[in-house]
């Protein structure tokens, strides 16, 4: 959730990792793909931006080093978002059948909207398809790296992990706007439910 900086910042790593890995071998790319990692989470406390994404990138970016280093081979730097995407792929189609669309309950919490959307039959469909629409993204990801994986093809892993992020992540975040905004969640500032409020507690009893 870290914005477009987040997207960008989360590529950089491969970007790196990639070609030093070709160039200089395997243990210098995970050290500079670790170092990028490290780069930019003091970047963002320099800047004063949240830290959050950049730790957890940070952390992501360890495990994915850590998974290379201990398997020896360029291409296990890609295993664990492979799982990543088959373990939330699967969590937001498992939502679905259970009735509880996921896209609908993290805006519920990250928005203070709670779950009683759940009670309309339009809200209902619309974050059924927006949450559709993200079990795909995530599908599509893991069969595509997935096979690429299997065919040893690291550079061509590479490519697909970038292609498949940001133009994905955007399509289904685009929807899932669509979906809030027809749903009427959008959410509101401080000024404008404190306005509700008040104006809640004016109204004459009947």
């Known amino acids: 959730m870290g914005g477009v900086s987040g997207l960008i910042y989360s590529s950089l790593p491969v970007l ?11 243990t210098t790319a995970i050290w500079a793909s670790l170092g990028v990692a490290a ?4 970047w963002r406390l320099i800047r004063r931006d949240p830290i959050q994404p950049a730790i957890s990138g940070f952390l992501g970016v360890g495990v994915c080093a850590f998974i290379a280093y ?3 081979e360029a291409k296990g730097f890609f295993l664990f978002g492979i799982y990543a995407s ?9 939502s679905l059948v259970v009735r509880w669309p996921l896209a609908g309950v993290i805006w519920g919490v990250l928005n203070g909207h ?6 309309d039959r339009r809200a209902m469909r619309l974050y059924d398809i927006a949450t559709a629409v993200w079990a795909l993204v995530f599908g599509a990801r893991y069969v595509v790296q997935n096979h690429l994986y299997d065919s040893n093809s690291t550079g061509l892993l590479a490519v697909a992990r970038l292609a498949m992020g940001w133009p994905l992540t955007a399509l289904a975040a685009l929807v899932t706007f669509w979906a809030v905004r027809k749903a009427g969640h959008l959410p509101t500032s401080k000024a404008e439910r404190a306005e509700v409020a008040q104006a809640g507690k004016s109204e004459p009893a009947a």
């Open 114 to 119: 709670g779950t009683d959307w759940r009670q």
């Open 86 to 94: 088959l373990v939330y792929g699967g969590a937001f189609l498992l």
């Open 16 to 26: 790196v990792f990639v070609p030093i890995n070709s160039l200089r071998g395997l």
């Open 39 to 42: 780069a930019i989470l003091v």
């Open 70 to 72: 201990r398997m020896g």
